[in-house]
């Protein structure tokens, strides 16, 4: 198991970071691998010797300037240094297939991609993991079950229908409930086929027929 986590700075980190030299500190990159001007990061593994750490445990510091909302909340190291500072905690050294993997740019990187995670966490509430119906644990499991599936079924549908959409790519569940899964129609039936008959004036009909017809060309599942 691979795993990046915040972690707390302790005055011992602050006196590691210290200690590294000015030329072990590297520009920070995007997730896109582009370079991103004033952030830099440093590998902070080896310089901190406390006992006890887990094996193969290293220590990413990222640094950039402070902006005035963060002046009332840095250390007196901060204060003196004129940099905020960050440090990873990752037990990753080296990924198979994937250059360059053990650098602590990516390593910086790839935790700060964690950002969707908690956006996914979001959603998944917005599907109904806010609330659990019942005191059962029966009843909650089968609910989060439930609302698992749907948070897929709502990504998946933006990923393969609305990729090009830029009103429904990125959008959250309760605008897909608004413009699209609660949509003003009705079915029909005329000459043993059923129609659904769409409410012309709705703003988002193409949208939805973009999406129908979409779903309609997909292989059948094996």
């Not at 740019?105 to 991609?113: E, Y």
């Not at 012309?200 to 939805?208: I, K, R, S, V």
């Given at each position: 198991?691979?795993?990046?986590?915040?972690?707390?700075?302790?005055?011992?980190?602050?006196?590691?970071?210290?200690?590294?030299?000015?030329?072990?500190?590297?520009?920070?990159?995007?997730?896109?691998?582009?370079?991103?001007?004033?952030?830099?990061?440093?590998?902070?593994?080896?310089?901190?010797?406390?006992?006890?750490?887990?094996?193969?445990?290293?220590?990413?510091?990222?640094?950039?300037?402070?902006?005035?909302r963060?002046?009332?909340?840095?250390t007196?190291?901060?204060?003196?240094?004129?940099w905020?500072?960050?440090?990873?905690?990752?037990?990753?050294?080296?990924?198979?297939?994937?250059?360059?993997?053990?650098?602590?740019?990516?390593?910086?990187?790839?935790?700060?991609?964690?950002?969707?995670?908690?956006?996914?966490?979001?959603?998944?509430?917005?599907?109904?993991?806010?609330?659990l119906?019942?005191?059962?644990?029966?009843?909650?499991?089968?609910?989060?079950?439930?609302?698992?599936?749907?948070?897929?079924?709502?990504?998946?549908?933006?990923?393969?229908?609305?990729?090009?959409?830029?009103?429904f790519?990125?959008?959250?569940?309760?605008?897909?409930?608004?413009?699209?899964?609660?949509?003003p129609?009705?079915?029909?039936?005329?000459?043993?086929?059923?129609?659904?008959?769409?409410?012309?004036?709705?703003?988002?009909?193409?949208?939805?027929?973009?999406?129908?017809?979409?779903?309609?060309?997909?292989?059948?599942?094996?």
């Open positions: 198991m691979r795993y990046t986590v915040g972690w707390k700075i302790t005055p011992e980190d602050e006196s590691a970071i210290a200690r590294l030299p000015e030329h072990a500190w590297q520009t920070s990159l995007t997730q896109a691998g582009e370079v991103q001007e004033g952030y830099e990061v440093a590998e902070l593994t080896g310089l901190n010797t406390r006992s006890g750490w887990p094996r193969g445990l290293r220590l990413i510091v990222r640094r950039v300037r402070p902006s005035k963060h002046a009332k909340n840095l007196a190291f901060e204060k003196r240094t004129g905020r500072y960050s440090v990873t905690a990752t037990n990753i050294g080296r990924m198979w297939g994937i250059p360059g993997s053990h650098q602590a740019q990516f390593l910086d990187a790839l935790h700060r991609d964690h950002a969707e995670v908690e956006d996914r966490v979001r959603t998944n509430k917005a599907m109904g993991l806010h609330r119906p019942s005191a059962s644990w029966d009843v909650n499991r089968g609910w989060l079950l439930a609302a698992n599936i749907a948070c897929d079924l709502d990504a998946w549908l933006r990923l393969l229908t609305l990729h090009d959409h830029d009103d790519a990125r959008a959250e569940p309760q605008t897909m409930r608004f413009r699209l899964y609660h949509l129609a009705r079915l029909a039936r005329h000459a043993r086929r059923r129609i659904l008959r769409l409410e012309h004036t709705w703003p988002w009909a193409e949208a939805f027929v973009i999406c129908w017809m979409r779903l309609s060309g997909l292989p059948a599942a094996g």
